[in-house]
């Protein structure tokens, strides 16, 4: 049984930068098999898709409201897949929280279904 770990998160004023990190693990859990999405969620909001990237890291995918900002990536080998986000603004922030499937989604795709997901991390954006 795998499971995912997110970290990084914190407080940080405006204009700041985090690197949130979502990190597989379990033995048999091989997330270079899996592409992962990016989602948040803030007090009183819906949870909200934010970027997502295949298995191989070929494609990406970004919400307008974080394009230019905000990049994902992954470490297959450290089974590990990074957010950085630059120039934060006090809307982003939320609980952020990773998922993990074998299908690439987007915010415009419908039927959702993550095989995985992570705790999340706390992320606040002081002004």
């Known amino acids: 049984q795998g499971q995912l770990v997110e970290s990084g998160g914190g407080l940080v004023q405006a204009g700041g930068s985090l690197r949130l990190s979502c990190e597989a693990s379990?033995?048999?859990?091989?997330?270079?098999?899996?592409?992962v999405a990016w989602f948040r969620q803030a007090p009183g909001k819906e949870r909200e898709f934010v970027a997502s990237?295949?298995?191989?890291?070929?494609?990406?995918y970004y919400v307008d409201s974080v394009k230019g900002r905000f990049t994902i990536s992954r470490d297959n080998a450290k089974k590990t897949v990074y957010l950085r986000m630059n120039s934060l603004k006090p809307e982003d922030a939320a609980v952020y929280y990773c998922?993990?499937?074998?299908?690439?989604?987007?915010?415009?795709?419908?039927?959702?279904?993550?095989?995985?997901w992570g705790q999340g991390t706390q992320v606040t954006v002081s002004s």
């Open positions: 998922a993990a499937d074998t299908i690439f989604w987007t915010a415009q795709d419908r039927g959702m279904n993550f095989e995985y």
């Open positions: 379990g033995r048999t859990f091989s997330l270079g098999s899996y592409s």
């Open positions: 990237i295949s298995w191989n890291g070929g494609r990406t």
